[in-house]
């Protein structure tokens, strides 16, 4: 899968623990620095706990201002863990809380985390969103402001008004700072750096992931420094600067928690083995094969099974097995064709498919594989093969 269309489920793992493509980007140097992983990625006691503590803090709320507070927590943390039905309930209650005491303040966390829950089921209500951040400015307290600012860069991401999306980043982020709130900072850098990266402005892209990563790593949570090593692995993979690539991906999977996402790591894994084919790394490819095929047996979907084919399809294709390559590379494309034709990845199978065929001498095939992976590359976000498949 892209990093688009994971991007919600990496917000959510990651809350559990409490211009143009040919660009080349440059790392920072002292990065990475592989260390061991050391826990989980989400300690599910120590989150129970705080819920529970959260619960019976209730019991001695004596005001109404003290609940609401209390009901805002409450919802933040069930909407963290896409529990939204939870999460809408006692947003609910710090309405109702609210409007008997006449807290103003507790209504703009009304709204506020309202459209927090509702961010995961892809629903928007910026004029919500906007009044709750009208009351909170006033009441000058960062570390809210900051989440305010936040919840409405990731709305506006949505919504395609770039342009506001980081103005409220960069506001979220000063608030932050100010507030001394590194977790939440750590989130904004990363989510700036994914937006720059989907309007393909490498550098920026490459300059927020990088703070991400230095942030994660700071506060030594590996599944973070995981997701930002991994995005920031496939940037660079994307960007065609293998070596970088190679180094970020392999990092992501050297830190990568025993709590972490098999879709993530599966998915960080075959950028890893496609980064090492390109530069002609087979032996180390073959060992991040494996590891893929490993945790494919754990996963057991059809995806896996048809991107696995691709890689390996590819690996032959570049070792020059052509026979190999191209029953690979036919499996993978009939599977993805009845799947998710107009994808990434698809795009990739074709090209590879087409590359094989003409090194064979099909040229027919070749010219229509190489034709429709040039026709899906209209859909699709223009990096790798495009020039060679021209």
């Known amino acids: 899968m892209r990093r688009q269309t994971l991007l919600l489920f990496v917000l959510w793992i990651f809350y559990c623990t409490s211009t143009g493509f040919s660009q080349s980007v440059q790392a920072k140097p002292g990065h990475p620095q592989a260390k061991e992983a050391k826990g989980s990625l989400s ?90 951040i009208d009351i909170i400015i006033q009441y000058k307290d960062a570390a809210l402001s900051g989440f ?48 720059f990266d989907h309007t393909l402005e490498t550098d920026s892209s490459a300059y927020y992931l990088i703070l991400a990563l230095k942030l994660a790593e700071k506060l030594d949570i590996p599944g973070r420094i995981f997701g930002a090593s991994s995005t920031l692995g496939e940037l660079y993979y994307v960007s065609d600067d293998l070596p970088n690539a190679a180094r970020y991906l392999k990092y992501a999977s050297d830190i990568c928690p025993p709590g972490m996402s098999n879709i993530l790591v599966r998915s960080n894994l075959a950028s890893y083995a496609n980064c090492l084919l390109k530069q002609g790394e087979f032996q180390k490819a073959e060992i991040a094969l494996k590891e893929y095929e490993l945790v494919n047996q754990k996963l057991g979907d059809n995806w896996g099974v048809i991107m696995l084919n691709a890689i390996k399809g590819t690996y032959h294709f570049h070792k020059k097995n052509y026979s190999e390559a191209l029953q690979l590379l036919q499996s993978a494309y009939d599977g993805m064709y009845n799947t998710r034709r107009l994808s990434f990845e698809m795009k990739n199978i074709a090209y590879y498919r087409g590359r094989t065929e003409f090194a064979i001498g099909q040229y027919d095939n070749a010219i229509k594989h190489l034709l429709y992976a040039l026709q899906l590359n209209s859909t699709q976000r223009p990096v790798e093969n495009i020039t060679d498949a021209n």
């Open 43 to 132: 300690d599910a006691p120590a989150a129970e706990a705080l819920r529970d503590s959260l619960f019976r803090s209730l019991e001695n709320a004596k005001i109404n201002s003290q609940k609401a507070d209390i009901y805002f927590r409450i919802s933040r943390y069930y909407a963290d863990r896409l529990k939204i039905d939870s999460a809408l309930f006692y947003s609910d209650k710090v309405k109702e809380e609210s409007v008997a005491g006449n807290y103003e303040l507790g209504m703009a966390k009304y709204y506020l985390s309202r459209s927090h829950a509702l961010f995961f089921r892809n629903i928007r209500e910026p004029e919500n969103l906007d009044k709750a």
């Open 148 to 195: 305010a600012y936040r919840v409405r860069a990731r709305n506006n991401i949505e919504l395609k008004n770039i342009a506001q999306a980081r103005k409220d980043f960069h506001a979220a982020i000063r608030y932050f700072n100010n507030a001394g709130a590194l977790i939440p900072l750590q989130f904004v850098y990363y989510e700036l750096g994914i937006s």
